[in-house]
Each structure stands twice: as structure tokens, then as C-alpha cells.
């Protein structure tokens, strides 16, 4: 397995509160993603990043921010966690020949 | 925009079925595909992937896809599926260092 860890794996929290999500590789890859998945969605790009400091919005941004301040850890923000946000969190690296998946973090916002 | 569409949502079997799993993408350009597997309760595991060359494509656990580019399509084969297939399967394209689009994926049920 690639060298993806994610924490916290599992979260519950209240409507309206903050919640970090993280990412971390030991593989130095440059491009980092983070996805949600959602049944009968598939995995959805919520946002990337293509180098320390450098990261662009994907599909489904809005009510998420990102942040890479360092090669190997990648940064999901929900500034005030919302019940739609409920879902699975996917991390995934990315060399030139596939991506590579992290363990998922299941959160639900109640 | 790219998309990635899965003709089933759900297909279920029973074991030493064929499987025969739809895939289609909308890009028109250069394009690389991928097929990921996600076990129950686990992350998404590639499976196969097609960058040029021959389009039948052999990947681990005797699956297989082909490309066909006039149909948009890479489907999903197996000649005899096990109870142990039973998971989601992902179809996907991308290319490095930019967007990966999956499709919404395809649940297989093996009945033993």
C-alpha cells in the first residue's frame, strides 16, 4: 500500500462547528487530492493540490478549504461542518501512472 | 467538462458468472483510464489502467478491459466471477496532474 495515513478515521460532530481533516504521505508525491463519496455519486473531487502552498477547487468546493504547508500533509477544513457534509473523505496521492487511495475518514455532522 | 457514466448500478450474480461491467467517458483527446475496486469497509485499490498501446488491457485477479475508442467505452470483463468479487467498482479517467473524474460505480453482488 502507498505510504497515505488519514486522521481522524472517524468523526461526530454538531452542525456548525469546525472540522480538520488530515493527510499525510511519505511518498513526497506533488499532487495531493481530497474526494468525498456518496452513494450512487462515486468519488468527487472537493479540491487538489499541485505543490506546497498551491491547491485549486474541484467539483464540490463550496464549504471547504484546503491547505498544504508542507510536502506531505494536506489539510481538509469544513469551517462550519453542515449536515450534507456527512460523508466518506478519500484522500489520494497521485504518481504518473495511477492515484493512490488513503483509508477514507467516515465523518457524520448530526 | 469530462464525465465518466457506469450503465448498472447494481449487478448480481452467482458465482462462475460471467461479468461484463460498462463503462463510458466523454473526453475526446488523449485519454488514460483506470478501473478501482473498493472492498466492503475499504479504500479504493486499482485494478487495472489503459495509457496506449494494446486495447485489451489484463489487470490482477484475472480482470480484464477494453478500449474501444469509437464507443467511448472501456468495459469491465470477467470470464468467472468468484464470491470474493463481490464489491463497488470505479471507472475513471485522468491524467497526471490533473483531474481525475470517476463514474458514480458499479455495485457487484456474487451469490456463493
Known amino acids: 500500500d502507498a505510504g497515505i495515513t488519514q486522521s481522524p478515521r472517524h468523526k461526530v460532530t454538531e452542525t456548525g462547528t469546525p472540522v480538520t481533516l488530515r493527510c499525510h504521505q511519505t511518498e513526497n508525491h506533488r499532487y495531493m487530492y481530497w474526494y468525498r463519496q456518496d452513494p450512487g455519486h462515486g468519488l468527487r473531487l472537493i479540491h487538489y493540490?499541485?505543490?506546497?502552498?498551491?491547491?485549486d477547487k474541484g467539483e464540490v468546493s463550496d464549504g471547504y478549504s484546503v491547505s498544504r504547508s508542507k510536502t506531505e500533509d494536506f489539510l481538509l477544513t469544513l469551517e462550519s461542518a453542515t449536515s450534507s457534509q456527512t460523508s466518506v473523505y478519500f484522500c489520494?496521492?497521485?504518481?504518473?501512472?495511477?492515484?493512490?487511495f488513503g483509508p477514507g475518514t467516515r465523518l457524520t455532522v448530526l | 467538462a469530462q464525465s465518466v457514466s457506469q450503465h448498472n448500478h447494481h449487478v448480481i450474480l452467482s458465482e462462475a458468472a460471467s461479468l461484463e461491467l460498462g463503462c463510458n467517458y466523454s473526453?475526446?483527446?488523449?485519454?488514460?483510464l483506470f478501473w478501482y475496486v473498493q472492498y466492503p469497509g475499504q479504500h479504493l485499490q486499482l485494478l487495472l489502467k489503459?495509457?496506449?498501446?494494446?486495447?485489451l488491457v489484463k489487470g490482477i485477479k484475472g480482470f480484464e478491459a477494453e478500449f474501444i475508442k469509437s464507443k467511448f467505452s472501456f468495459n469491465l470483463r470477467k470470464p468467472s466471477v468468484q464470491w470474493s468479487d463481490t464489491a463497488e467498482y470505479f471507472c475513471?479517467?485522468?491524467?497526471?496532474?490533473?483531474?481525475?473524474?470517476f463514474g458514480p460505480g458499479t455495485r457487484l453482488s456474487v451469490l456463493p
Open positions: 475513471a479517467e485522468g491524467n497526471y496532474g490533473q483531474n481525475f473524474v
Open positions: 489503459y495509457f496506449s498501446g494494446d486495447p
Open positions: 473526453y475526446g483527446g488523449t485519454v488514460n
Open positions: 493540490s499541485y505543490g506546497v502552498k498551491d491547491t
Open positions: 489520494a496521492i497521485s504518481d504518473p501512472h495511477e492515484q493512490f
